[in-house]
């Protein structure tokens, strides 16, 4: 699993993170923390709830359209069809039965349960994500107070991160790991 972003691990990061969660403790009070770890469950659970519906609807839509394709090919297979076409001049040309090659397969089926599912799965994660952080930001900002106690804590943090950078790249130092 570590050849994903998500778990693989950053050391030369380790630490801005601990930077970070020693500007929460020292410039936050406790309800300002708890504030901040509600909002970010909060976010991660409307992404998480967003997938599953968004993967839901894909796989629902996926069966519908195989449903309108067998429904269109058996419609197709029973109807009458010309077998031949006769021109001006008399000539007469068989039409090539194509229905074989119209026929839904089980392959098709497969493909359309991936990528259905698949552009489901990205469409509700988004959606979930944007609902979410639209959410956590109506926590944060609904006590004008603790938005500002979160805003400095955010400044004085970023001043930090700001300031080990330029120590770094006067020392030699690599910006990128």
Request: proline share 7%.
């Amino acid at each position: 699993m570590s050849s994903l972003a998500l778990f693989r691990p950053t050391p030369p990061y380790e630490d801005l993170r601990q930077l970070a969660e020693e500007h929460i403790r020292h410039d936050l009070p406790p309800e300002d923390r708890d504030t901040l770890r509600n909002a970010s469950s909060r976010v991660s659970r409307h992404a998480a709830i967003g997938t599953l519906l968004g993967l839901g609807l894909g796989v629902y839509t996926a069966v519908r359209l195989r449903r309108v394709r067998a429904g269109v090919f058996n419609a197709l297979r029973t109807a009458e069809k010309p077998s031949q076409v006769v021109f001006r001049d008399g000539r007469v040309e068989p039409i090539p039965d194509l229905t074989p090659f119209l026929q839904p397969t089980q392959w098709g089926d497969y493909a359309a349960y991936f990528f259905f599912g698949l552009g489901g799965l990205f469409l509700g994660g988004e959606f979930g994500l944007l609902t979410g952080t639209w959410s956590a930001t109506r926590m944060i900002t609904r006590d004008p107070a603790r938005r500002e106690r979160i805003e400095n804590a955010y400044r004085k943090f970023r001043i930090d991160c700001l300031k080990r950078e330029i120590n770094r790249l006067e020392s030699g130092h690599s910006l990128f790991p």
